[in-house]
Structures are given as structure tokens and as C-alpha cells.
């Protein structure tokens, strides 16, 4: 019975070393994502105290979804968006001021007539956005974004955050309607990710471990050495 037991456990040993998959995951190639275009993203901020009643006119005629947002469109060519939203005055804590955000996103990916963005600010916060066929500009969801990838059945977004005692990563599903539902939760932030060329999508999460959303859809985790080389800004 003693020697049975020995031989079980030797075999669930085993078993549990070989959870991750040893795979080949290759490097990132920006010539596999050819209506993808990634920029050095920014933020630049403005407090204004005049224009506040003209802010809250226009915030009426948005939709509540959106909060106490009001976005505008830039330049369609880089996705770069202008957010408005009150805020206490620099000068006077009972009055009202307006910030108004011009931010450059990391990432466009274009989707026939429309436009999806994605940025990641840190701690500080990211935003994942839809620019429409007439250049309206909605928040899909607030998230540090790492990535955005076309899938046999959908679009995938990455996305997640390190600091101080957080560490989570996730990926979410954009459908049709460019509404949006989490599909699988990571091992930690991903500080990379690239299509692999059998079309598996591979996330390298912070501070190590690896995992390949496949084609069809499921999660596994994967033992991989390779080094994403440094994407070039435009």
C-alpha cells in the first residue's frame, strides 16, 4: 500500500511539473498588424474657470454614461482626443473649474470606419475609446491598456497595472457592438504581448509568467524565454 501510494505521488509530482506548456514565442513583428498604429502617448493639462456654464450645457446633451465627461476629437489620423470634466479651482475651493486633457493614446486600431484607442497612464489611469464614422468620441471602458488584437472571434484587449502592492492583469472581449465583457483574468500586469504565427495571442505578464489566449478562445499558461523587442515610437 506504502509503495502505491509512493508511485501516485511520484506520478502528481510529475504532473504539476509539467503544468506549462514549453513552446517557441518568437518576437513581435509590427508588419502582422497592418491597421495598427502605436504612438508615444501623453497628457496635456489645462485648468480654465471661464467657459463653465457652456461645459455643463453640452455635458446635458451627452450621454450619462459617460459621467461628467465631455470628449472631443483632435486629429482622426493619431486618435488624439480632448477630455473635459469639473473640478475644484486652482484659485478658490467653492468655485468650479474645467480641466481640459489633450491626450495622445498609445494605440489606434482601425476598424473600417471607426476607430478603437487604447492608453495607459499608470496609476494615474487609462481609457479605452471608440471614434465613430463621425468622428464622436465615447469611452468604452477606463483601463490601462497594453494592447488591442483582431481574433478569429473578436477583438481582445489586454490590459492591467503593477504599483506599490497591486499586480492584476486581464482580458477583455470587444463584441459587435462595441460593448465590452472580461474573458479571462492574467497571472499580473502584461508588459507584453504579440501574435504568434499560428494565431494564438501570447501575454508576457509582470514580473514573470506567461500565458497564450488561443484562437478558439481558452487560456493556458506556457513556459517562454523570449524577449519582446522595444516597440518603436512613432
Not at 85 to 102: L, M, T, V, Y
Not at 125 to 147: H, Q, R, S
Request: aromatic share 10%; proline share 3%.
Amino acid at each position: 500500500m506504502q509503495i502505491l501510494l509512493f508511485i501516485l505521488l511520484l506520478c502528481s509530482f510529475s504532473a504539476s511539473a509539467n503544468v506549462f506548456e514549453d513552446m517557441r514565442c518568437g518576437s513581435y513583428d509590427a508588419s502582422k498588424y497592418p491597421n495598427k498604429t502605436e504612438f508615444k502617448g501623453s497628457t496635456e493639462r489645462e485648468v480654465s474657470e471661464t467657459g463653465v456654464n457652456e461645459f455643463f450645457d453640452e455635458l446635458g446633451k451627452t450621454d450619462s454614461s459617460q459621467r461628467q465627461w465631455v470628449f472631443k476629437l483632435v486629429d482622426r489620423t493619431t486618435g488624439k482626443y480632448k477630455k473635459s470634466f469639473p473640478r475644484r479651482s486652482p484659485n478658490s475651493e467653492n468655485d468650479i473649474a474645467i480641466e481640459h486633457q489633450i491626450i495622445q493614446p498609445e494605440i489606434i486600431i482601425i476598424l473600417g470606419d471607426k476607430i478603437i484607442t487604447g492608453s495607459n497612464n499608470g496609476e494615474f489611469g487609462g481609457e479605452l475609446i471608440l471614434i465613430d464614422e463621425n468622428d464622436k468620441v465615447t469611452l468604452i471602458k477606463e483601463m490601462n491598456v497594453e494592447d488591442i488584437y483582431e481574433m478569429p472571434f473578436g477583438l481582445v484587449v489586454t490590459s492591467g497595472l503593477a504599483h506599490m502592492s497591486w499586480n492584476y492583469g486581464d482580458i477583455h472581449l470587444i463584441n459587435s457592438n462595441f460593448e465590452i465583457e472580461k474573458l479571462y483574468s492574467l497571472v499580473g500586469m502584461p508588459k507584453s504581448s504579440w501574435l504568434l504565427d499560428n494565431g494564438d495571442l501570447l501575454i508576457n505578464s509582470y514580473p514573470t509568467g506567461s500565458q497564450v489566449l488561443t484562437k478558439s478562445g481558452y487560456l493556458k499558461r506556457v513556459q517562454c524565454i523570449a524577449n519582446k523587442p522595444l516597440k518603436q515610437d512613432s
